[in-house]
């Protein structure tokens, strides 16, 4: 691990500050999983990680959790060192997996009860606890069926309260609303955007770029291990200029579509992509009739155009070359 | 703290599961009952008679007749069937009834009447006296006859039916003994051998079934997420350990305590015993976290395990004496603990033994219980570390 004077300027502790991850470092054999990723939660802030599907988010997580050990950098919780040892700093940090890590065959209660004692609450603190989670995330009624019986929404929402037992100053998400239906979606946003209201640090990974705009006040975008951009969702769109996303549903030759639209000037990328041509344009609006008589000259029907404003999907798009969700 | 948190949801979820309640509770006892009723103990002694003798003349059949105040008789093709059911402890004892025993009485002459027997020699010498005293009988009757023939001026075959008559009316002095301490070199027959070789079987592939629970557990990501909190692996190990091992206990309770009350089954020397059940329960805990530890679904464990179980169970001696067996099967089925606890109960329960008799299958049984643990730990432990 890296010494504490290795900790860039910008992440030195502040009072306010409950996560630093400074310069972690994690590789499996010749994989690299995580690649010298550092940023910082306040008290009070959600902090989203956004990437695809093996960006390095989990593993990331699960450093700062002490489940893995880095092979390098440095963890802090609330200024204390974090390890894979049953140190004290645990006692800070509210984990929450993305599997439902719940006994399916005893009750809610029975759930939170079994975790909060992981955590040291017993006898009339624990009973009080466990009462207030359930009305918190609107189990109450529920608090003695089996976990088995509940709904995956009901389900996500015990696995997050048993994160919440011990009144964690750092609660940590590892994308919490997969396979959820929309409604439980929601309600699981709303729970967590309280948390944050609350003063409580939440950092929270996702691979929705929708989440991570509506709930974080400031988003890592990670990729292939490495943070490639934080900020929030302003400082990063504000990376684009005044640029747009076009997509453009096509048929014919995609490939000439997308070479003649990277000699029209204004635009800055243009990939294929599962029959669509996606384009990062400045002023898109404006370019889209030259881009509409190209796809007519090479004999590309052109079936359905749209155009959007930066969204954290096109900063992803912008930094990686690739979309979020592939 | 944690480990007992571990313990009792563990514990919780085992008594929760009704399926593994009708292997932990129903099954044992229904296994105990129809084994103790059908290999029942028919009382008293087993005695062979060859079957040519037993057809023959009315004295012989009559010898034989009295033979079964002894025990029950059965009969044997031929001398060299009979000393092998005799090696297997099949028979206690065989009488070589003489094929001129008739002519040889009735001319006045003295008998010899060979016996064989076999197991300790506690158990030959109250045969013998078992034997001797139906042989006496028959004699009686065989003396009056002659003695009536001599005073009558008639046959010792036309006395012995009056002589027979008279036995029966006349009042009789006997010797009352009960077979306690047979110190034969396999378990009682009846309830008292299906429930301890029961309690064995069934702790041992319930503890290897209930691996499952460990391989969920794992499977569901819940000492993934435990080991975020202030914890570590080894009290984790540890609560299941003791979950695994109440769990035991509670099993080996309800066999005894049915055996007992339903089936009058004695268990022998208290403490004896006592060190018996509990080291056993420490052989099932360490095969339960070594099945937790080594299979990668539940569905494996609830399928490999009880095969496993019912393996090691017939060849340590559950399902039959192993004195039955040839040497080498007897051998590899010391390979398992299961030979180790049949023996300890076969002393405890045929020898009357104590804490001492079985020392040495203490002894070994700890040693496997020591070895699984220990090696379920460390894979554990890597498990949940990785």
């Given at each position: 691990m890296h010494s504490v004077e290795t900790v860039p300027a910008h992440l030195e502790q502040t009072s306010a500050q409950v996560l630093i991850a400074s310069r972690l470092a994690k590789r499996f054999g010749d994989r690299v999983a995580v690649d010298d990723v550092s940023f910082a939660v306040a008290a009070g802030e959600t902090y989203g990680l956004l990437?695809?599907?093996?960006?390095?988010k989990t593993t990331t997580i699960r450093l700062i959790c002490g489940l893995l050990r880095a092979d390098a950098g440095q963890i802090l919780i609330a200024g204390q060192p974090i390890s894979t040892?049953?140190?004290?700093?645990?006692?800070?940090i509210g984990y929450v997996p993305q599997e439902i890590a719940l006994y399916p065959d005893l009750t809610a209660r029975e759930n939170l009860r079994f975790f909060g004692r992981l955590y040291g609450l017993h006898g009339k603190a624990l009973n009080h606890r466990v009462g207030k989670v359930l009305d918190l995330i609107g189990l109450s009624e529920r608090g003695?069926?089996?976990?088995?019986?509940?709904s995956g929404g009901m389900k996500r929402r015990l696995n997050i309260g048993a994160g919440l037992l011990h009144e964690p100053t750092l609660l940590v998400l590892d994308?919490?609303?997969?396979?959820?239906?929309p409604q439980s979606r929601h309600a699981v946003m709303e729970s967590v955007r309280s948390f944050g209201a609350a003063g409580m640090a939440v950092l929270y990974t996702t691979h929705y770029m929708e989440e991570a705009e509506r709930l974080c006040d400031r988003v890592g975008i990670i990729d292939h291990g490495r943070l490639v951009a934080e900020g929030t969702r302003r400082e990063l769109v504000a990376q684009l200029g005044e640029h747009d996303h076009i997509q453009l549903t096509a048929t014919g030759d995609l490939a000439a579509l997308a070479d003649r639209c990277r000699g029209l000037e204004g635009i800055d990328r243009a990939d294929v992509k599962d029959g669509q041509i996606q384009l990062l344009a400045t002023e898109g609006r404006r370019l889209l009739p030259a881009v509409l008589e190209a796809a007519e000259r090479i004999g590309t029907t052109v079936r359905s155009v749209e155009v959007a404003e930066p969204d954290l999907e096109a900063v992803f798009l912008h930094l990686t070359g690739t979309a979020l969700r592939e | 703290m944690t480990a007992l948190a571990v313990a009792a949801a563990s514990l919780r979820r085992m008594l929760r599961d009704r399926t593994a309640l009708f292997f932990v509770v129903l099954l044992p006892v229904l296994v105990i009952a129809i084994i103790g009723t059908v290999v029942h103990n028919p009382g008293g002694f087993r005695i062979g008679v060859l079957a040519g003798q037993a057809a023959g003349p009315a004295l012989a059949t009559s010898l034989v007749d009295d033979l079964g105040a002894a025990g029950p008789v059965e009969f044997q093709t031929d001398e060299q069937a009979a000393r092998t059911a005799l090696r297997r402890g099949e028979l206690d004892a065989v009488v070589l009834v003489p094929v001129d025993l008739e002519a040889t009485l009735l001319r006045g002459d003295d008998v010899v009447i060979p016996v064989l027997a076999g197991g300790a020699e506690s158990t030959q010498s109250a045969v013998r006296s078992a034997v001797s005293a139906a042989v006496a009988r028959h004699a009686e009757r065989v003396q009056a006859a002659a003695f009536a023939a001599r005073r009558t001026n008639s046959s010792v075959a036309e006395q012995l039916p009056r002589a027979t008559a008279l036995q029966r009316v006349t009042p009789r002095i006997s010797v009352s003994t009960e077979n306690v301490a047979s110190g034969s070199d396999y378990l009682p027959l009846g309830f008292g051998y299906s429930a301890p070789t029961m309690l064995v079987l069934f702790v041992f592939i319930n503890a290897l079934a209930g691996g499952a629970t460990v391989v969920q557990t794992r499977q569901l990501g819940i000492y993934s997420r435990a080991l975020?909190?202030?914890?570590r692996a080894r009290d984790l190990v540890f609560g299941e350990t003791l979950s695994y091992l109440t769990f035991a206990l509670l099993q080996s309770a309800l066999i005894i305590g049915t055996g007992s009350l339903l089936f009058g089954v004695s268990w022998g020397n208290l403490p004896a015993a006592i060190a018996l059940v509990v080291t056993w329960a420490l052989v099932g805990t360490g095969a339960g976290m070594l099945s937790g530890a080594v299979f990668k679904t539940p569905d494996q464990a609830s399928a490999i395990g009880p095969v496993v179980g019912i393996a090691f169970a017939m060849l340590g001696g559950c399902m039959w004496p192993l004195e039955i067996v040839p040497e080498t099967v007897r051998t590899v089925g010391h390979a398992t603990p299961h030979a180790w606890a049949v023996d300890a109960w076969i002393t405890l329960l045929?020898?009357?033994?104590?804490l001492a008799d079985i020392a040495t299958d203490l002894a070994v049984l700890a040693g496997f219980a020591a070895g699984m643990l220990g090696l379920a730990a460390v894979l554990l432990r890597r498990r949940l570390s990785s």
């Amino acid at each position: 691990m890296h010494s504490v004077e290795t900790v860039p300027a910008h992440l030195e502790q502040t009072s306010a500050q409950v996560l630093i991850a400074s310069r972690l470092a994690k590789r499996f054999g010749d994989r690299v999983a995580v690649d010298d990723v550092s940023f910082a939660v306040a008290a009070g802030e959600t902090y989203g990680l956004l990437g695809p599907n093996g960006a390095g988010k989990t593993t990331t997580i699960r450093l700062i959790c002490g489940l893995l050990r880095a092979d390098a950098g440095q963890i802090l919780i609330a200024g204390q060192p974090i390890s894979t040892t049953a140190t004290p700093a645990k006692k800070s940090i509210g984990y929450v997996p993305q599997e439902i890590a719940l006994y399916p065959d005893l009750t809610a209660r029975e759930n939170l009860r079994f975790f909060g004692r992981l955590y040291g609450l017993h006898g009339k603190a624990l009973n009080h606890r466990v009462g207030k989670v359930l009305d918190l995330i609107g189990l109450s009624e529920r608090g003695r069926d089996r976990v088995e019986s509940f709904s995956g929404g009901m389900k996500r929402r015990l696995n997050i309260g048993a994160g919440l037992l011990h009144e964690p100053t750092l609660l940590v998400l590892d994308e919490p609303t997969v396979g959820v239906d929309p409604q439980s979606r929601h309600a699981v946003m709303e729970s967590v955007r309280s948390f944050g209201a609350a003063g409580m640090a939440v950092l929270y990974t996702t691979h929705y770029m929708e989440e991570a705009e509506r709930l974080c006040d400031r988003v890592g975008i990670i990729d292939h291990g490495r943070l490639v951009a934080e900020g929030t969702r302003r400082e990063l769109v504000a990376q684009l200029g005044e640029h747009d996303h076009i997509q453009l549903t096509a048929t014919g030759d995609l490939a000439a579509l997308a070479d003649r639209c990277r000699g029209l000037e204004g635009i800055d990328r243009a990939d294929v992509k599962d029959g669509q041509i996606q384009l990062l344009a400045t002023e898109g609006r404006r370019l889209l009739p030259a881009v509409l008589e190209a796809a007519e000259r090479i004999g590309t029907t052109v079936r359905s155009v749209e155009v959007a404003e930066p969204d954290l999907e096109a900063v992803f798009l912008h930094l990686t070359g690739t979309a979020l969700r592939e | 703290m944690t480990a007992l948190a571990v313990a009792a949801a563990s514990l919780r979820r085992m008594l929760r599961d009704r399926t593994a309640l009708f292997f932990v509770v129903l099954l044992p006892v229904l296994v105990i009952a129809i084994i103790g009723t059908v290999v029942h103990n028919p009382g008293g002694f087993r005695i062979g008679v060859l079957a040519g003798q037993a057809a023959g003349p009315a004295l012989a059949t009559s010898l034989v007749d009295d033979l079964g105040a002894a025990g029950p008789v059965e009969f044997q093709t031929d001398e060299q069937a009979a000393r092998t059911a005799l090696r297997r402890g099949e028979l206690d004892a065989v009488v070589l009834v003489p094929v001129d025993l008739e002519a040889t009485l009735l001319r006045g002459d003295d008998v010899v009447i060979p016996v064989l027997a076999g197991g300790a020699e506690s158990t030959q010498s109250a045969v013998r006296s078992a034997v001797s005293a139906a042989v006496a009988r028959h004699a009686e009757r065989v003396q009056a006859a002659a003695f009536a023939a001599r005073r009558t001026n008639s046959s010792v075959a036309e006395q012995l039916p009056r002589a027979t008559a008279l036995q029966r009316v006349t009042p009789r002095i006997s010797v009352s003994t009960e077979n306690v301490a047979s110190g034969s070199d396999y378990l009682p027959l009846g309830f008292g051998y299906s429930a301890p070789t029961m309690l064995v079987l069934f702790v041992f592939i319930n503890a290897l079934a209930g691996g499952a629970t460990v391989v969920q557990t794992r499977q569901l990501g819940i000492y993934s997420r435990a080991l975020a909190a202030p914890v570590r692996a080894r009290d984790l190990v540890f609560g299941e350990t003791l979950s695994y091992l109440t769990f035991a206990l509670l099993q080996s309770a309800l066999i005894i305590g049915t055996g007992s009350l339903l089936f009058g089954v004695s268990w022998g020397n208290l403490p004896a015993a006592i060190a018996l059940v509990v080291t056993w329960a420490l052989v099932g805990t360490g095969a339960g976290m070594l099945s937790g530890a080594v299979f990668k679904t539940p569905d494996q464990a609830s399928a490999i395990g009880p095969v496993v179980g019912i393996a090691f169970a017939m060849l340590g001696g559950c399902m039959w004496p192993l004195e039955i067996v040839p040497e080498t099967v007897r051998t590899v089925g010391h390979a398992t603990p299961h030979a180790w606890a049949v023996d300890a109960w076969i002393t405890l329960l045929s020898r009357a033994g104590g804490l001492a008799d079985i020392a040495t299958d203490l002894a070994v049984l700890a040693g496997f219980a020591a070895g699984m643990l220990g090696l379920a730990a460390v894979l554990l432990r890597r498990r949940l570390s990785s």
